[in-house]
């Protein structure tokens, strides 16, 4: 059985936009971001706290914090990695942070500059401080589906890193297909393999990259496994600049044709959301990679 709501988690003025070669003027960002909720979007990750010579593309984090317009019951996650990334989000006064995880110790190298135990030492003081700010906290965990240096990554492996973050005081875990190699079995697999673990899909998000057309397929399944909350990027942006074959993430718009038409609630107009990718793309200077996108726009 499917869920009679979904909650869309949308990264792509986060996730999306990392990855661009095109600089985009903080200006442009905040207009995107209030466009997203204008379509109907609750929660929107805004923007990374990383060292901006790691992620340049976000370096103007506090510039486009400050110009959202705050709209009632609406989110601004933004992610957060160690105490400097935190003093900084504190300093913007944000109320909803994700520290992100990797699966592997490869990965972790790579993305984090740490190892998969040592990780844990630079989120452990941002999980303390946010509980005393009284923040929500996500957490992320990245390649868990295939790591494009490792190769296959055991889901057990996977269950122990992610119930680590949970209990760390995440209130929520993102399952990040990083690479986009997933297929629908296997989400099922480690699905079930965190709800023998004793992890509710209640506490599970996913996080599909589309690299190889599955994520639609992939997030089916996990709405069959009971997941609600499901992460999309507004026109199939995104990838993580620290794994060469992350492409795009899942579209909000394919996401919200599907749910559409199987009558599953989001609350997200998807005429609003093709005409933002159609403005969007003037400004990186390609067209959406999305396919309901180029079916829908004018
Ligand atoms: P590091 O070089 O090990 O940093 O990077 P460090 O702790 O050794 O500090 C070195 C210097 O950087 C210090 O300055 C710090 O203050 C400064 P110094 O004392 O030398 O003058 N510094 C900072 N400055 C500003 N903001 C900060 C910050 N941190 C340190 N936050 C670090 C470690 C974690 C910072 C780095 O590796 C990093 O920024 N990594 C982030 C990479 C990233 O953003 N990747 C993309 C997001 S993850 C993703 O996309 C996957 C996801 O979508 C899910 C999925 O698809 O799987 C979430
Ligand atoms: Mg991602």
């Known amino acids: 059985a499917l869920p009679d709501r979904v909650t869309i988690w949308e990264v792509g003025p986060r996730d999306g936009l990392q990855n661009e070669a095109t ?73 909803d942070i994700a520290v992100f995880a990797s699966a592997t110790e490869a990965f972790a190298q790579k993305n984090l500059n740490r190892g998969l135990e040592s990780q844990f030492e630079m989120f452990e003081p941002v999980m303390a401080r946010a509980q005393a700010e009284g923040m929500r906290v996500r957490g992320y965990l990245s390649m868990v589906f295939g790591d494009q240096w490792e190769g296959d990554v055991d889901p057990a492996q996977v269950v122990t890193v992610g119930r680590r973050l949970l209990d760390l005081g995440c209130h929520q875990l993102s399952l990040g297909d990083t690479i986009g190699v997933a297929t629908a079995g296997h989400v099922r697999a480690v699905l079930r393999a965190f709800a023998d673990a004793g992890v ?36 199939g942006l995104g990838g993580c600049p620290y794994a060469e074959s992350a492409t795009g993430n899942l579209a909000t718009e394919d996401l919200v044709w599907m749910l559409d038409g199987l009558g599953v609630h989001t609350g997200v107009d998807l005429a609003a959301l093709v005409d933002t990718s159609t403005w969007m793309a003037g400004h990186l200077g390609r067209p959406s990679p999305s396919r309901v996108v180029r079916a829908l726009a004018g």
């Open 200 to 235: 509710g899909m209640d506490r599970i998000a996913v996080h599909f990259h589309d690299t190889y057309g599955q994520a639609l397929a992939n997030t089916v399944v996990a709405l069959e496994e009971g997941v609600t909350v499901v992460d999309a990027s507004t026109g």
């Open 23 to 95: 600089v985009v003027p903080a200006a442009v960002k905040t207009a995107f971001i209030d466009r997203l909720v204008a379509a109907g979007h609750t929660i929107v990750e805004a923007t990374s706290f990383v060292h901006p010579k790691w992620v340049p593309q976000l370096a103007d984090a506090a510039e486009v914090l400050a110009g959202i317009t705050r709209a009632e019951g609406v989110a601004f996650p933004v992610l957060v990695p160690n105490d400097r990334g935190m003093d900084r989000a504190i300093e913007c006064g944000v109320t």
